[in-house]
């Protein structure tokens, strides 16, 4: 796992920008973002039920789970983590088309390193507490800086009639968003652990984000005159739940194993990567790639690297931050 964990992380990463390009275009289509963001949730929804009806493991997890909560193996509301993951889709549609994905990731970017740290220093996930080594603190600020420089010329130039003040004001949601998402890690982590699989946190998962989506239409088109959704024919705007699956189960897996610091950063260096890939392969008028934007990019691997080697920390300098002591 000491290689693969990361690997698998940055695979799974790159899931997000894939959904937050495909989820921002539903959202134009639809002519609303939150009915975008319901019909992702929802598609995911049923493929997890599907999943947990067909694989054997999905079935023993379901049965499992009500005896996990009975005996308070986890605590009833982390099968709310999936509140979290609505969040981040809902930011995803209604965000996206006016940041760019290069912007809207840089900002998750950032909420999910400072997560990162205090997650696994508070020690929400299954794995317990973990000790913030120097090379942990150092290779998650390396990679926050990379990302800056990356996108910093998308933040310069604005995008269209966003203004930079704009559209920094604007990435403070996604940030927030990113945060949120290693709690929601954690929290799923913790579940498929006691349950013996991450079917039953995904599923779990989806189906509260559903609900608090569902609620969410019904009271912003009530409180709104709302047009009918225009549905559209691509089939690729439709693969937002799937990619959602994939991260989430995976994140559910790995912070098991490489803790929750760890799987966040892989993901993040897998969003940079996607972003990338998708800026220069399928370009739009928010896209904007130049050799700053590349060497970004390449900064964030740098400081995976750091972050996930097995350094040797100084023992003095882990105890003291063990205790919480300057």
Same mark, same amino acid.
């Given at each position: 796992?000491?290689? /693969?964990?990361?690997? $698998?992380? +940055?695979?799974?990463?790159?899931? *997000?920008? =894939? &959904?937050?390009? %495909?989820?921002?275009? @539903? #959202?134009?289509?639809?002519?609303?973002?939150?009915?975008?963001?319901?019909?992702?949730?929802?598609?995911?929804?049923?493929?997890?039920?599907?999943?947990?009806?067909?694989?054997?493991?999905?079935?023993?997890?379901?049965?499992?789970?009500?005896?996990?909560?009975?005996?308070?193996?986890?605590?009833? /509301?982390?099968?709310? $983590?999936? +509140?979290?993951?609505?969040?981040? *889709?809902? =930011? &995803?549609?209604? %965000?996206?088309?006016? @940041? #760019?994905?290069?912007?809207?990731?840089?900002?998750?970017?950032?909420?999910?390193?400072?997560?990162?740290?205090?997650?696994?220093?508070?020690?929400?996930?299954?794995?317990?507490?973990?000790?913030?080594?120097?090379?942990?603190?150092?290779?998650?600020?390396?990679?926050?800086?990379?990302?800056?420089?990356?996108?910093?010329?998308?933040?310069?130039?604005?995008?269209?009639? *966003?203004?930079?003040?704009?559209?920094?004001?604007?990435? @403070?949601?996604?940030?927030?968003?990113?945060?949120?998402?290693?709690?929601?890690?954690?929290?799923?982590?913790?579940?498929?652990?006691?349950?013996?699989?991450?079917?039953?946190?995904?599923?779990?998962?989806?189906?509260?984000?559903?609900?608090?989506?569902?609620?969410?239409?019904?009271?912003?088109?009530?409180?709104?005159?709302?047009?009918?959704?225009?549905?559209?024919?691509?089939?690729?705007?439709?693969?937002?739940?799937?990619?959602?699956?994939?991260?989430?189960?995976?994140?559910?897996?790995?912070?098991?194993?490489?803790?929750?610091?760890?799987?966040?950063?892989?993901?993040?260096?897998?969003?940079?990567?996607?972003?990338?890939?998708?800026?220069?392969?399928?370009?739009?008028?928010?896209?904007?790639?130049?050799?700053?934007?590349?060497?970004?990019?390449?900064?964030?691997?740098?400081?995976?690297?750091?972050?996930?080697?097995?350094?040797?920390?100084?023992?003095?300098?882990?105890?003291?931050?063990?205790?919480?002591?300057?």
């Amino acid at each position: 796992m000491a290689i /693969w964990g990361p690997v $698998a992380s +940055v695979v799974a990463g790159s899931m *997000v920008s =894939v &959904q937050s390009r %495909v989820n921002g275009a @539903l #959202g134009v289509h639809l002519g609303d973002p939150y009915g975008a963001a319901l019909v992702s949730f929802g598609s995911g929804l049923i493929l997890c039920v599907i999943g947990v009806l067909v694989f054997p493991a999905g079935r023993r997890g379901m049965r499992a789970l009500p005896g996990v909560l009975r005996t308070r193996t986890v605590p009833w /509301w982390y099968l709310l $983590a999936g +509140v979290f993951g609505a969040y981040l *889709v809902a =930011v &995803q549609t209604n %965000v996206t088309v006016l @940041l #760019g994905v290069s912007v809207f990731i840089l900002s998750l970017v950032v909420g999910q390193a400072i997560g990162g740290l205090l997650v696994d220093r508070v020690g929400i996930g299954p794995g317990g507490p973990k000790p913030l080594s120097p090379y942990r603190l150092v290779g998650t600020a390396l990679m926050i800086v990379a990302v800056f420089v990356a996108m910093l010329p998308r933040i310069l130039t604005g995008s269209g009639e *966003v203004t930079p003040a704009t559209l920094l004001g604007l990435a @403070l949601l996604p940030m927030l968003a990113g945060i949120f998402s290693t709690v929601q890690t954690a929290w799923n982590a913790a579940i498929a652990a006691a349950a013996g699989t991450p079917f039953t946190s995904t599923l779990m998962n989806f189906v509260a984000g559903t609900v608090a989506l569902v609620i969410t239409v019904v009271v912003t088109r009530s409180v709104r005159e709302a047009a009918p959704w225009q549905w559209p024919t691509q089939w690729w705007l439709y693969i937002g739940g799937a990619a959602g699956i994939v991260f989430i189960a995976a994140a559910a897996v790995l912070a098991r194993h490489i803790g929750v610091l760890q799987t966040s950063l892989g993901m993040v260096t897998g969003m940079l990567l996607a972003a990338l890939v998708l800026d220069v392969a399928l370009p739009t008028p928010t896209s904007l790639v130049t050799p700053v934007t590349v060497l970004g990019t390449l900064g964030t691997l740098v400081g995976l690297v750091v972050v996930t080697l097995p350094w040797r920390a100084a023992p003095g300098f882990v105890r003291r931050i063990g205790r919480g002591s300057p």
